[in-house]
């Protein structure tokens, strides 16, 4: 492309809170025949809110919440703040959790009141070994109202589950209707139960979904893709998001996300809005029509 065309739909981008920030991303949108998302903060707000805990007959739901929000009190993550939150809400004030750890994809760990307490998904409860059927049936049709569960053990024994549900953004909708009307495939990458994935999944027609995805998995995916032939852009917000957006042909970074993955995108949606795929795809096709 010339220069100047890329200058014009670099700027018509930009004001559309589409930034265009390499030529080639501008030549490849075009191209692009699958978009990958990441669930959490790209199709959701990534802002969850607390909605059911769970507890054995050993535990008041109280108690469980209270361990809960004094681990998440060391984390980072969206799920952290919606436990730590939402025990707020209820009075429930942490206690001061020991030495903190955290399992990449899978949960935390520490101890609390001399009690040692987990808590994250299944592969957590296994690796603990953990004996999740008391509380299967239920986790299961939490999941299917596409919320995230996560299951908390004291000790060695199950003593409750947490659940969470991430509003999907108001313009996710929109954004991969556009997508699927210009013949482009959308698919849905998450380190999130598969479950849960299929249900958010199914309320937005998308067509492909990898579930249970380890963070370090995630680049492998495009790769794999890329492998079958697909022109593949990566829409991501998180830390564990940048190895796969510079591996995609096109990285798109929201925004509202990581610094990281920002730095390892071509795009960015500056709020989030994933109709700005579509957008970009628009901008692309003119400046290439310009040239050609
Ligand atoms: P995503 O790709 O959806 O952002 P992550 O890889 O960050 O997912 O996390 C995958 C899963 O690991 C979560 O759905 C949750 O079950 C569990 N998990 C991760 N971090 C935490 C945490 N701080 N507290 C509880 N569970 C967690
Ligand atoms: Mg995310």
């Known amino acids: 492309a010339t220069p100047m065309s890329i200058m014009v739909s670099t700027g018509r981008g930009a004001q559309s809170g589409v930034l265009i920030k390499n030529a080639e991303a501008l030549e490849v949108m075009e191209k692009i025949d699958i978009v990958v998302v990441d669930k959490t903060g790209t199709l959701t707000e990534g802002k969850p809110r607390l909605m059911e805990t769970v507890s054995d007959k050993n535990f008041s739901a109280d108690a469980i919440l209270r361990y809960a929000a004094s681990l998440e009190k060391g984390s980072e993550h969206p799920l952290a703040a919606a436990i730590v939150a939402g025990a707020e809400e209820k009075g429930i004030a942490p206690t001061q959790a020991e030495n903190f750890e955290s399992v990449t994809g899978q949960g935390v760990r520490d101890r609390i009141d001399n009690h040692l307490i987990a808590l994250g998904n299944s592969r957590l409860m296994e690796t603990e070994k953990i004996d999740i059927t008391a509380l299967r049936q239920q986790s299961e049709s939490l999941r299917q109202q ?16 947490i659940s969470v549900a991430d509003p999907i953004k108001p313009s996710t909708s929109e954004a991969l209707k556009a997508l699927h009307e210009s013949g482009v495939k959308v698919a849905m990458l998450t ?3 598969q479950t849960t994935a299929d249900a958010v999944a199914g309320k937005l027609g998308i067509d492909r979904v990898e579930a249970e ?10 790769k794999q893709l890329q492998s079958e032939g697909y022109i593949v852009a990566m829409a991501g917000d998180g830390i564990n998001d940048a190895p796969a957006l510079a591996q ?15 730095e390892s995108a071509g795009v960015t ?24």
Do not use: W, Y
């Open 146 to 161: 596409g919320q995230t569960v996560m299951f908390i053990a004291v000790d060695g024994q199950l003593g409750g589950l």
């Open 191 to 193: 380190g999130d139960n």
């Open 213 to 222: 995805v380890l963070p370090e998995q995630k680049s492998e995916l495009i």
């Open 248 to 262: 995609a042909h096109v990285g798109i970074a929201m925004g509202t996300g990581a610094d990281v993955a920002m």
């Open 269 to 292: 949606l500056v709020k989030g809005d994933l109709r700005g795929i579509a957008r970009c795809r628009q901008l692309s096709r003119a400046t290439m029509n310009n040239i050609r």
